[in-house]
């Protein structure tokens, strides 16, 4: 069954910026509740506050908590609230984009920039992979998420390629994967679809964070067969059709949504 | 280290913000315990670090800055330094 956006509430990990800005505005704009968290210093902080106060222009239900989606002590808190927000009708949609891990090569090279820690690997998978296991066993232990809910996750081209410096968040992606795949079956029973949407490459500030990325985002544009990159709003809007269904059939897939960036590379 | 007198800011007080965030009992952050090497904070427990004292203090810290920071003491230094900047 079709249903509509309107009313619902949706969980959006990473809502300050990338694929979990450009998803709020596209559920706020039919009409959907967000709960978001994000995790920044004061400038991203003030922006992310201008940003709710956007959502909220549009009529949604707005909450949005500068805290770090990784720790136990913030699923907790925004788990309580969004029962209270939510109550039974649950978290229709859950979005997990972290894009927060540490961009050092394993071993030495010519940039003498260092390499990376166990530390440092451990965090970038923790955060940008196994944290949205942690929300969902919260979820569903607080019976947030009913039958019908969907669960995304966001996956890039680097789960099974190599780029530099993308060694660990590459290793988080395919963890991501594997984890998605998990969740669809063991959720299956209750209903919930778990799908990965790999994006193509995007213009986010997560990407530019990436050393090299100008470059490897303009060869990305010239082989995609559109001759563009991806835009967050595309992916938004994959999120907001796909949610529209009831149906938890459509689970368990790697959908690509790159303009069919991945088939040319 | 000897306090300075002529600022407000407790470090027990810091230490307890620091410790806080890093979800550590406030003994193990020392003066100059090395947050990398001594307390294993990795850069998202860095970043806990920043937000919380963001909010506490009412400062703007830059990434750039706080990449500087390895100890509580280096940490009320900056503090101690956007403070006296912002009046």
Same mark, same amino acid.
């Given at each position: 069954m079709i249903t509509e956006i309107q009313g619902s509430w949706s969980l959006i990990l990473g809502v300050s910026s990338g694929f979990g800005r450009a998803t709020a505005r596209a559920l706020a704009e039919r009409g959907? /509740? !967000?709960i978001g !968290?994000?995790?920044?210093?004061s400038d991203g902080a003030e922006a992310a506050a201008k940003f709710a106060d956007e959502l909220r222009d549009l009529g949604a239900s707005v909450h949005?908590?500068?805290? /770090?989606?990784? %720790?136990? %002590?913030?699923r907790s808190e925004v788990v309580s609230r969004a029962a209270e927000l939510a109550g039974m009708q649950g978290v229709r949609i859950v979005l997990h984009s972290l894009a927060f891990g540490s961009l050092? =090569?394993? !071993?030495p090279d010519e940039q003498d920039q260092g390499t990376? %820690? =166990?530390?440092?690997?451990?965090?970038? !998978?923790?955060?940008?992979?196994? %944290?949205?296991v942690y929300w969902t066993q919260d979820l569903i232990a607080a019976g947030l998420l009913t039958r019908g809910a969907k669960i995304y996750g966001m996956t890039s081209a680097g789960s099974t390629q190599v780029l530099n410096s993308y060694g660990a968040v590459s290793a988080a992606k395919a963890a991501l994967e594997a984890h998605l795949r998990q969740l669809a079956v063991e959720l299956a029973p209750r209903g919930v679809a778990v799908n990965a949407l790999r994006a193509g490459t995007t213009l986010t500030p997560a990407l530019e964070k990436i050393p090299g990325s100008a470059a490897y985002a303009d060869q990305c544009r010239a082989r995609n067969p559109h001759r563009r990159l991806t835009e967050p709003e595309d992916v938004a809007e994959a999120i907001v059709l796909l949610s529209m269904s009831t149906s938890s059939w459509l689970t368990g897939n790697v959908i690509g949504v790159d303009g069919g960036e991945l088939l040319t590379a | 280290m000897s306090e300075n007198t002529t600022t407000a800011? &407790?470090?027990d007080e810091l230490r307890a913000i620091v410790a806080d965030a890093l979800e #550590?009992?406030?003994?193990?952050?020392?003066?100059?315990?090395?947050?990398?090497?001594? #307390?294993?904070? &990795?850069?998202l427990m860095a970043l806990e670090i920043v937000v919380h004292l963001e909010k506490r203090y009412g400062i703007k810290v830059a990434e750039s800055e706080f990449k500087e920071l390895s100890t509580l003491l280096q940490v009320r230094g900056l503090v101690e330094s956007k403070l006296a900047g912002g009046k």
């Open positions: 959907g /509740n !967000v !968290v994000h995790f920044d210093t949005f908590f500068n805290l /770090n989606a990784a %720790s136990a %002590s913030t050092l =090569p394993f !071993v990376i %820690s =166990p530390r440092q690997m451990a965090m970038t !998978v923790d955060v940008m992979a196994h %944290s949205l | 800011l &407790d470090l #550590l009992p406030k003994e193990e952050v020392t003066d100059e315990a090395h947050f990398a090497n001594d #307390l294993q904070v &990795d850069s």
